[in-house]
């Protein structure tokens, strides 16, 4: 897994995830249908957004966003988007994400 953080002060709202912000933060998945790494980052990302309060997993699929996949220059799946509270993309990763990892980017954000 790559991890970077994002330069630019791009935010993402609730209309363009398609899925409701966490009040702390928001882990935003993009995955497509065959991808096998994609079901156990879902995995991984719902598990600790269910035990950190405040933060949200949504999951979009990559092939029916295609707009917002170039974007935000998506290259690969799975691709996790950190997001803080109000929606800043704070880190990124691509790959499937290690649970220590995803909290540990969590700390950025909250």
């Known amino acids: ?5 994002r330069g630019e002060d791009m935010r993402l709202a609730a209309a363009e995830l398609g899925g409701e912000l ?5 882990l935003v998945q993009f995955s497509s249908a ?9 995995r ?3 598990e600790v957004a269910a035990m950190v309060p405040g933060v ?7 092939e029916a966003r295609l707009g917002l996949v170039r974007e935000l220059e998506i290259r690969k799946t799975p691709t ?17 994400p290690r649970r220590a990892d995803v ?8």
Do not use: S, W, Y
């Open 80 to 96: 996790v988007l950190v997001l803080d509270g109000d929606g800043r993309v704070v880190r990124r990763a691509v790959g499937q």
């Open 22 to 26: 966490g009040e702390r933060a928001t």
């Open 103 to 110: 909290i540990a980017a969590l700390g950025e954000a909250v």
């Open 1 to 5: 897994m790559r991890v970077r953080g």
């Open 56 to 62: 949200a997993h949504v999951e979009i699929d990559a």
């Open 34 to 42: 065959f991808c096998a790494p994609c079901r156990a980052t879902r």
């Open 44 to 46: 991984i990302l719902g």
